[in-house]
């Protein structure tokens, strides 16, 4: 309801029963995140490319994208760059990669890492037997 100060300025009267709602406790609001994060890693489990339709709090939640590359690499290419810049996540991906494509979204650092070429290698040769010399 709308009133008039001594100085006739308007203002927003509110009833002096009227109390402010708590915030919602800490543990209320992270129920709906591990549940989001559950879907999440169950869905990526199945299919590693379904992380390109995950939020991007999940695609940035090492688990999820562990579990995503696991399943296939290229799910690689939807995890957020700090993870795409994560050696373990990026051995993860490019080494059940047979393609030798999820060494491509790796940050650029890691592409030339020793380590992650010579897992990309290996899968590779995993992939297509006739390569190996």
């Known amino acids: 309801m709308k009133e008039l100060n001594q100085s006739g300025h308007s203002f927003i009267a509110t009833s002096p029963r009227q109390t402010p709602t708590a915030p919602p406790s800490p543990s209320s609001r992270a129920a709906p995140l591990v ?19 995950c939020s991007a709090a999940a695609r940035d939640t090492l688990e999820v994208v562990l579990a995503a590359v ?24 490019v080494g059940c990669d047979e393609t030798g494509d999820a060494i491509d979204f790796a940050s650029g650092r890691l592409q030339t890492n020793e380590d992650v070429m010579e897992t990309a290698i290996e899968s590779l040769l995993r992939g297509d037997p006739t390569l190996e010399t």
Do not use: C, Y
């Open 70 to 93: 696991r399943e296939n690499g290229m799910a690689l290419a939807w995890a957020s760059p700090a993870l795409q810049d994560d050696m373990d996540v990026v051995i993860a991906a």
């Open 35 to 53: 549940q989001g994060f559950s879907v999440a890693i169950a869905s990526v489990t199945d299919d590693g490319l379904q992380l390109k339709h």
